[in-house]
């Protein structure tokens, strides 16, 4: 896929986060991830991580919806026979914690748990915790259909809520200096590979089937721009592999690369300064 000169478009189909009920579902479930992270381990980077890339997904995700890049509808609330529409911009704050803070969560809960027969702080300190090893594979994969479940079982309502061009030069700036800065740190900090690797791999792995399953039920869609002789923008004909090339783009760098920003920036640690680390 060469990213130059073609026009790439990732499409959302049907209503946008609307269901208040899910959102706090995957709320709860990871702040009980980052209590048990806590009271086992006796360590805050769960709840560091989710605390400040909610806050920052939030941001995002009010901006996309003020500039009308992505249609967010005021979400419901569900209780019993009664439904409740939420503030707006209450809903916001839940899919960006749904977006940014569970997700990143999920990564650096189950990536320090699913490779080892025990539970390990970073400071190093052996304990164990509530889900490790066979038990934290088993959850994660429980946690997984759950996700699948949810999506399978939606109703598709065919209206366009956002139509987003990965690969505009500002995007595909951002994206290249923050994984330029990833490989950085993890070139000069080789202590901080086997963890930021492993938070990586649960990010990708679980975002990789949420995007299977919402590209199966036609939720999201990829359409590709060229330009033809009269230099207009044309609608390629479909090509499963620009699909494929997209999306996998956009679970890797867009999920996987950002969301480990934001270790960088939140959990990592070293002996130097490190504003004058970052800066220099």
């Known amino acids: ?5 073609k026009l790439y478009y990732i499409i959302r189909i049907g209503d946008f986060a609307t269901n208040a009920n899910t ?10 991830l980052c209590l048990d992270d806590y009271f086992y381990n006796q360590s805050t980077d769960c709840f560091t991580i989710m605390i400040y890339s909610t806050i920052v997904w939030s941001v995002i995700e ?7 890049t992505r249609v967010i509808k005021p979400m419901v609330f569900y209780f019993f026979q009664h439904k409740y529409k939420l503030p707006n911009y209450l809903g916001i704050f839940l899919q960006g914690f749904q977006e940014g803070g569970c997700v990143t969560t999920i990564g650096l809960y189950f990536g320090d748990r699913i490779f080892d027969s025990y539970s390990y702080s970073y400071s190093e300190s052996i304990s164990f915790s509530l889900f490790y090893f066979s038990y934290s594979f088993v959850f994660l994969h429980l946690l997984i259909l759950f996700i699948v479940c949810n999506v399978v079982f939606k109703k598709r309502i065919n209206n366009c809520n956002s139509k987003r061009l990965v690969n505009a030069k500002s995007s595909m700036t951002l994206m290249s200096v923050i994984t330029l800065y990833n490989c950085r740190n993890l070139y000069l ?8 690797l492993k938070m990586l791999f649960v990010m990708v792995y679980v975002c990789s089937f949420w995007t299977l399953a919402v590209w199966y039920k036609g939720f999201r869609m990829v359409e590709v721009y060229k330009k033809n002789n009269f230099d207009l923008d044309i609608i390629q004909r479909y090509k499963g592999f620009d699909t494929f090339y997209v999306l996998a783009y956009d679970v890797f760098f867009e999920i996987g690369m950002a969301y480990m920003f934001f270790y960088n920036i939140l959990i990592f640690r070293t002996s130097d300064n490190f504003l004058v680390t970052f800066l220099f």
Do not use: C, G, W
């Open 189 to 196: 900090y080789p202590e901080h590979v086997s963890r930021q």
């Open 1 to 5: 896929m060469i990213f130059t000169d």
């Open 62 to 68: 009010f901006f996309l919806h003020i500039s009308n």
């Open 23 to 32: 959102k706090l579902y995957y709320s709860a479930f990871t702040t009980l």
